[in-house]
């Protein structure tokens, strides 16, 4: 099994997704185990002083002015991680609350948190063990960290509240935590705080949502490609020397994967003769690569943020080198927030051009000699029709999920935390939007494969048979009289979602970008 190392200078994204997703072992280096003991003892010795130190011996929030006695810290640790775990609603996923766990652990052992080296390693065996703590869907305002997630995971290190087992049973932590030999922590002073105050859930739900939007973007040009070779429309407007002269990077490799997809088709350059002869195409076909070009852009910026942040030690207060432990805001979610804004927006716009070119696909006014709905017997079919209605109906959800989650604000602790950045809300609503997309994709997919079988007498470019074959062979059927779709439909988006649209075109075109 893969094994990840965990250092002091933060991780990557690859060891994220390798974690979350893929169930990696994780070790920590001696480098870290080294820096996580320096700074214990920087915490110990202010801890001995009679001056209060923030988060060490004081409250927390509103209610940091008090000065906590030597004999009640380590139940102040404690009460803090039950207080604060006090999320509601549907659970979260599973590789969410992994990753949530081990960006927490990466912060951890930088060395800049005051935690004991055993806490840590009892964070890596929990995660190692497959046990997964339960956390709710809200709970978190994307400032002080992503608190109540964080607090039902350090719960759970604690042997208190549920989580889930390998075996995908939710019990009692603690009970999960002896079957598998791991001695419940007892939190000391800064620990309880440590563990809680960080962007790691909306950071973990980020390197996800990239890694999936890497994967829908590649197959929104081979869908828009397909759809341009059934409309019988022109490659001329994928020319290189086009995109050169308006530079920007991803509209350029949004263009040259379309223009791998369709070279050496029979159908394109038939726009001027057919029987609705027309000088260019529409928007939704022409202007495909500025589109999914300007959300590749977007996701460019978004990895950079995202890279940041992997880098950080996100914690309040912070151990510095120089023996101090300082309070500090960089715990405040918005440089990650923004972003996962900026993705529902580009999403929402990839969704929307993609219903466009479907639609027109399915109106025989707009198709160019292509059957209504592409039905069989149009009137006895409906063909996909309700197909389109579907796919309409989830372009109209990312258009309201687009809307930015960060714009807002809401004053917590007394006016203490007076401005949030409700970083967890916009990537909980990211993900239900990457859900969508890969929908819509799929319902424009199965409508382009359908429009390019019916052109009998002319050739599809062989990366185009090579998807079609590929999306029949996977059981979604093709042109014909009205069939139950939801499983036709479903087994789409399955494709799509898997990138085994990717994999069946790739052979034919060479790596896309």
């Not at 004991?116 to 063990?129: G, H, I, S």
């Not at 969704?351 to 696909?361: K, V, W």
């Not at 809300?425 to 239900?432: D, E, I, V």
Request: charge should be negative; aromatic fraction near 4%.
């Amino acid at each position: 099994m893969h094994t990840v190392v965990v250092g002091t200078s933060g991780t990557t994204a690859e060891d994220v997704i390798a974690v979350a997703r893929g169930n990696a072992r994780i070790e920590l280096s001696e480098q870290a185990l080294a820096a996580l003991a320096a700074a214990r003892e920087i915490v110990d010795a202010l801890a001995a002083k009679p001056e209060p130190v923030y988060g060490v011996s004081t409250g927390f929030g509103a209610l940091a002015t008090r000065h906590i006695s030597h004999d009640l810290r380590t139940q102040l640790q404690r009460n803090i991680v039950r207080s604060h775990a006090a999320g509601m609603g549907p659970r979260v996923e599973r590789e969410v609350v992994r990753a949530l766990m081990f960006l927490r652990l990466k912060t951890v052992a930088s060395g800049h948190t005051g935690v004991r080296p055993q806490v840590a390693q009892t964070m890596a065996d929990v995660l190692n063990a497959g046990i997964t703590p339960v956390v709710h869907e809200y709970g978190s305002l994307g400032c002080s960290g992503d608190l109540a997630p964080l607090s039902h995971c350090a719960l759970a290190l604690m042997g208190e509240g549920d989580a889930e087992g390998p075996d995908g049973v939710v019990r009692p932590a603690g009970e999960l935590l002896a079957e598998h030999g791991i001695e419940p922590v007892v939190l000391r002073e800064k620990e309880g705080l440590a563990l809680l105050n960080g962007t790691d859930g909306m950071l973990g739900m980020l390197i996800m949502a990239l890694a999936d939007l890497q994967r829908l973007y590649t197959s929104a040009d081979i869908t828009a490609a397909l759809t341009l070779e059934a409309l019988l429309g022109t490659d001329k407007v994928l020319a290189p020397e086009l995109h050169a002269i308006r530079p920007h990077p991803g509209q350029a490799v949004a263009a040259a994967n379309m223009s791998a997809v369709l070279k050496g088709s029979g159908l394109v350059g038939h726009f001027q003769q057919d029987e609705a002869p027309r000088v260019q195409d529409a928007y939704s076909v022409r202007c495909a690569p500025q589109v999914a070009g300007a959300g590749r852009d977007t996701l460019a910026h978004a990895r950079l943020v995202a890279e940041r942040e992997l880098a950080a030690a996100v914690d309040n207060p912070v151990v510095l080198p120089e023996g101090m432990v300082e309070s500090n805001g960089n715990f405040h979610g918005a440089p990650v927030a923004y972003v996962l804004d900026f993705l529902a927006v580009a999403v929402a716009d990839l969704g929307s051009i993609a219903e466009r070119r479907t639609d027109r696909l399915l109106d025989k006014n707009r198709s160019h000699g292509l059957p209504p709905f592409l039905a069989d017997d149009a009137g006895v079919d409906s063909g996909l029709m309700i197909a389109q209605y579907t796919q309409a109906a989830l372009v109209s959800e990312l258009k309201r999920l687009a809307v930015p989650a960060s714009a807002d604000s809401i004053p917590s602790s007394a006016m203490q935390e007076d401005h949030v950045s409700m970083g967890w809300s916009a990537a909980r609503k990211l993900r239900t939007a990457i859900a969508g997309l890969s929908r819509i994709l799929a319902v424009e997919l199965y409508a382009a494969a359908r429009a390019v079988e019916l052109r009998k007498g002319l050739t599809p470019a062989p990366a185009s048979r090579a998807a079609i074959a590929a999306l029949r062979a996977a059981g979604v059927a093709g042109p014909g009289p009205d069939r139950f779709l939801a499983p036709d439909l479903q087994a789409a988006e399955a494709f799509v979602r898997e990138g085994r649209l990717i994999e069946a075109v790739e052979p034919v075109t060479g790596p896309l970008g």
